[in-house]
Protein backbone atom coordinates (compact mmCIF):
# COMPACT_ATOMS: atom_id res chain seq x y z
CA UNK A 1 0.00 0.00 0.00
CA UNK A 2 1.30 3.67 -1.00
CA UNK A 3 0.56 6.41 0.37
CA UNK A 4 0.90 9.58 -1.23
CA UNK A 5 0.94 13.14 0.04
CA UNK A 6 -0.80 15.41 -2.19
CA UNK A 7 0.65 18.95 -2.76
CA UNK A 8 -2.74 21.13 -3.19
CA UNK A 9 -6.14 19.93 -1.58
CA UNK A 10 -8.06 21.96 -3.85
CA UNK A 11 -7.00 20.29 -7.11
CA UNK A 12 -8.25 17.19 -8.71
CA UNK A 13 -5.84 14.93 -9.61
CA UNK A 14 -5.00 12.19 -12.20
CA UNK A 15 -3.21 9.10 -11.54
CA UNK A 16 -0.62 7.06 -13.41
CA UNK A 17 0.45 3.58 -12.78
CA UNK A 18 4.92 3.66 -13.57
CA UNK A 19 6.18 -0.06 -14.35
CA UNK A 20 10.08 -0.20 -14.15
CA UNK A 21 11.12 -3.11 -15.77
CA UNK A 22 14.50 -4.75 -17.26
CA UNK A 23 14.69 -6.74 -19.84
CA UNK A 24 14.29 -10.18 -18.22
CA UNK A 25 10.57 -9.42 -18.23
CA UNK A 26 9.04 -11.93 -20.04
CA UNK A 27 5.53 -11.21 -20.69
CA UNK A 28 3.91 -8.65 -23.30
CA UNK A 29 1.12 -7.16 -21.05
CA UNK A 30 1.38 -6.83 -17.46
CA UNK A 31 -2.31 -7.25 -15.88
CA UNK A 32 -2.80 -5.86 -12.16
CA UNK A 33 -5.57 -4.75 -9.54
CA UNK A 34 -5.00 -1.61 -8.76
CA UNK A 35 -7.19 0.15 -5.56
CA UNK A 36 -7.23 3.61 -4.51
CA UNK A 37 -9.14 5.59 -1.86
CA UNK A 38 -9.08 9.05 -0.43
CA UNK A 39 -10.39 10.51 3.14
CA UNK A 40 -13.17 12.52 1.42
CA UNK A 41 -14.43 8.91 0.28
CA UNK A 42 -15.14 5.66 2.33
CA UNK A 43 -15.40 3.81 -1.18
CA UNK A 44 -12.32 1.78 -2.26
CA UNK A 45 -12.30 1.99 -5.96
CA UNK A 46 -10.47 -0.97 -7.56
CA UNK A 47 -9.63 -1.24 -11.49
CA UNK A 48 -7.99 -4.42 -13.64
CA UNK A 49 -5.29 -2.85 -15.09
CA UNK A 50 -3.34 -3.51 -18.24
CA UNK A 51 0.09 -2.53 -19.09
CA UNK A 52 1.07 -3.04 -22.19
CA UNK A 53 4.78 -3.67 -21.98
CA UNK A 54 6.11 -5.23 -25.45
CA UNK A 55 4.95 -5.08 -28.34
CA UNK A 56 3.88 -8.18 -30.78
CA UNK A 57 7.44 -8.30 -32.33
CA UNK A 58 9.03 -8.03 -28.86
CA UNK A 59 10.14 -4.54 -29.06
CA UNK A 60 9.78 -3.01 -25.67
CA UNK A 61 7.40 -0.17 -24.80
CA UNK A 62 7.93 2.70 -22.83
CA UNK A 63 10.75 4.67 -22.44
CA UNK A 64 13.97 2.64 -22.06
CA UNK A 65 17.89 3.79 -20.86
CA UNK A 66 20.17 0.39 -21.12
CA UNK A 67 18.41 -3.07 -19.87
CA UNK A 68 15.55 -0.82 -18.19
CA UNK A 69 12.53 0.82 -19.45
CA UNK A 70 9.65 2.43 -18.00
CA UNK A 71 5.73 2.27 -18.73
CA UNK A 72 3.30 4.26 -17.46
CA UNK A 73 -0.64 3.75 -17.65
CA UNK A 74 -3.37 6.14 -16.68
CA UNK A 75 -6.13 5.15 -13.96
CA UNK A 76 -9.34 5.77 -15.00
CA UNK A 77 -10.87 8.32 -11.61
CA UNK A 78 -9.69 11.12 -10.56
CA UNK A 79 -8.61 11.36 -6.83
CA UNK A 80 -9.49 13.61 -4.39
CA UNK A 81 -8.01 14.40 -1.06
CA UNK A 82 -8.42 16.88 2.13
CA UNK A 83 -5.68 18.92 3.61
CA UNK A 84 -3.13 17.43 5.77
CA UNK A 85 -4.53 14.14 4.20
CA UNK A 86 -3.29 11.62 1.99
CA UNK A 87 -3.96 9.85 -0.90
CA UNK A 88 -4.14 5.62 -0.74
CA UNK A 89 -2.86 3.52 -3.26
CA UNK A 90 -2.10 -0.11 -3.94
CA UNK A 91 -1.67 -2.75 -6.48
CA UNK A 92 -1.12 -6.70 -7.03
CA UNK A 93 -0.28 -8.81 -9.90
CA UNK A 94 -2.94 -11.19 -11.36
CA UNK A 95 -0.48 -14.05 -11.62
CA UNK A 96 -0.29 -17.25 -10.62
CA UNK A 97 3.14 -16.55 -9.64
CA UNK A 98 4.61 -15.43 -6.47
CA UNK A 99 7.63 -13.29 -8.03
CA UNK A 100 7.83 -11.47 -11.42
CA UNK A 101 11.24 -12.24 -12.44
CA UNK A 102 12.24 -7.98 -14.13
CA UNK A 103 9.99 -6.04 -12.54
CA UNK A 104 12.25 -3.95 -10.74
CA UNK A 105 9.85 -0.78 -9.54
CA UNK A 106 6.07 -0.09 -9.22
CA UNK A 107 5.08 3.30 -8.43
CA UNK A 108 2.33 5.91 -8.95
CA UNK A 109 2.25 9.51 -10.34
CA UNK A 110 -0.15 12.54 -9.70
CA UNK A 111 -0.87 15.00 -12.20
CA UNK A 112 -3.32 18.26 -11.69
CA UNK A 113 -6.13 18.27 -13.80
Known amino acids: ????AVPDSSAHY????N????????YQDLWLYVWYASPLSDTLLCD????PVAAP???????????????????K?????IAGDSARLGVR???KENYLE???????SLEVQ
Do not use: C
Not at 1 to 4: E, H, K, N, Q, S
Not at 102 to 108: A, L, P, R, Y
Open 14 to 17: NVRL
Open 77 to 81: NPLSV
Open 19 to 26: IRHDTRFK
Open 93 to 95: PIV
Open 102 to 108: GITEVGF
Open 57 to 75: DGRWLGKGWGSLYQVSVPL
Open 48 to 51: TVKV
Open 1 to 4: MFAI
